[in-house]
């Protein structure tokens, strides 16, 4: 499927800047031949050999969405004497990759850009509600979505993770509205008072009207790029327990 779209796309070049044909693509052209493997929920991506033993689970995206996803993906297949159809955008995004890091003793939640979904099949409620999940609780939690609430649901907290886990985030501030804005950072720390983000705040301006006025008039969007980006670093040894991880804070990195 992707790969006759990538290969129509060939021929139509300015659409490669606009459709998200090309971004496939590329990824294409550095695939080894199959089989194709669907990243879904309840696969075991990766398991070490040695002991003590660590296995990487996928929790996310829920069968619904796979299948959704492959019939909105065939639908932009182009037919004879038609242009390429632009991707569409996915919202809510339920097809982000939630993953499950388990140790012997401490395990971590990584929550991608997944949102609540739609209805128990998708998203969020798809994770909570699977039956195939490993039954593991969390003391670290890489929070999704840039801690949006759209991101976020109470069972994540209750049904994922410790209670009192460490909650790690990364800005966007690229919209309007930059991610995580107070309210989130307010309802966050409401689960636990363990909260990190890379950056803080997530959105800078430069000082004074003038230069403010200056940038505004020749920049459509702006943002100031830190001089070093921030890095949260967890460290447990493998046979360890939650209360010896360590966090450690690099450059711009800070607990909120």
């Known amino acids: 499927m992707f790969s006759e779209s990538a290969d129509a796309n060939k021929t139509i070049k300015l ?4 459709s998200g044909v090309a971004e496939f693509a590329d990824v294409l052209c550095f695939k080894t031949s199959g089989p194709d493997h669907w990243v879904n929920e309840g696969m075991v991506l990766y398991t070490t050999c040695s002991t003590p033993q660590v296995k990487v ?7 619904q969405t796979v299948t959704d996803a492959m019939v909105s993906y065939a639908r932009t297949l182009p037919s004879i004497g038609k242009g390429i159809q632009p991707f569409p955008c996915v919202t809510p995004n339920d ?3 939630v993953l499950l890091v388990e140790t012997q003793g401490v395990h971590l939640l990584l929550g991608g850009d997944l949102e609540k979904g739609a209805n128990p099949q998708r998203g ?12 593991l609780l969390s003391s670290g939690y890489k929070v999704a979505h840039h801690g949006a609430d759209n991101g976020d649901i109470d069972e994540i907290w209750t049904h994922l993770n410790d209670k009192e886990p460490k909650a790690l985030l990364t800005p966007y501030a690229g919209g309007k509205k930059p991610r995580p804005s ?4 307010k309802r966050i720390k409401g689960k636990t008072s ?5 950056v803080w705040p997530p959105k800078q301006t430069p000082a004074g009207r003038v230069v403010d006025r200056t940038m505004n008039d020749v920049a459509r969007n702006r943002r100031m790029i830190p001089k070093r980006p921030g890095h949260i670093r967890l460290r447990v040894p493998l046979t360890g327990k939650a209360n010896q991880i360590v966090v450690d804070l690099f450059n711009n990195a800070k607990k909120i």
């Open 95 to 97: 097809q982000s990759i």
């Open 57 to 63: 689970h996928a929790l996310s995206p829920s069968a």
């Open 15 to 18: 659409v490669g800047h606009t």
């Open 182 to 185: 107070d309210d989130d950072v």
């Open 124 to 135: 969020w409620q798809a994770v909570v509600a699977s039956t195939v999940r490993p039954k």
């Open 194 to 198: 363990h909260v990190y983000c890379t």
